[in-house]
Structure formats: C-alpha cells, structure tokens
C-alpha cells in the first residue's frame, strides 16, 4: 500500500518541522524520522490504529500517536493507499480532518 500526503497535511508537518527546528535543531530532524516511522506503521497494518471519533459513514479513518512527540497522524484507508488528511498537536482542541476528507 502507498501513502500520500493532502496538501495541508505536509504543511502542517512542514511548520511542525520549522518549530522544533528553532526551538533546538536536531529536533526537527527528530520530529522527521519519528513521523516518518509512524507512517510505515501505518502502512503495515493500516487497520492497527484506533479508528477516528466518528467517521462518516463507509468511510475508515484512524488515528496514529507519534512517538516521543504529542502529534497525531490521521489517515484514510481507501482500496488503493493511505490517505494522511492531518497531523497535527495531541492538544490542540479540534482536528481539521474531517473537511479534509475528499
């Protein structure tokens, strides 16, 4: 299974990246590899993860912790690759997946 990027995800991933880089720059390489990791997990075994707190109907999207950070991946498993809609701070308050659903 393949795995892609929307758009605003990689931004989100990007600007994440730029923080931890400024904050103390081997942590944005840190910050890669770890989410780099948990995406090859995903695409492993895509069914692994928790499910998203209500999905539209017909529709599988989970969640994946990155370790030793506090973001969430959240990904749609479609017939043909892993989708990943958003990633995105453990603590921020809302999730922006659901609009980014295609």
Do not use: S
Not at 11 to 40: C, H, K, L, S
Not at 46 to 55: G, L, Y
Not at 89 to 102: A, I, N, Y
Request: aromatic content about 12%; hydrophobic content about 35%.
């Amino acid at each position: 299974m393949t795995h892609r990027f929307l758009p605003q995800a990689r931004a989100e991933f990007d600007r994440a990246v730029d923080w931890y880089d400024a904050q103390q720059p081997p942590m944005g390489d840190d910050f890669i590899n770890e989410v780099y990791a948990t995406v090859q997990r995903m695409v492993g075994g895509p069914q692994a993860f928790p499910r998203a707190n209500r999905p539209p109907a017909g529709r599988e999207v989970c969640v994946a912790k990155v370790h030793r950070f506090e973001y969430l991946v959240y990904y749609e498993v479609t017939a043909t690759e892993l989708l990943i809609l958003c990633v995105t701070h453990g603590k921020r308050g809302r999730h922006p997946w659901r609009q980014r659903l295609p």
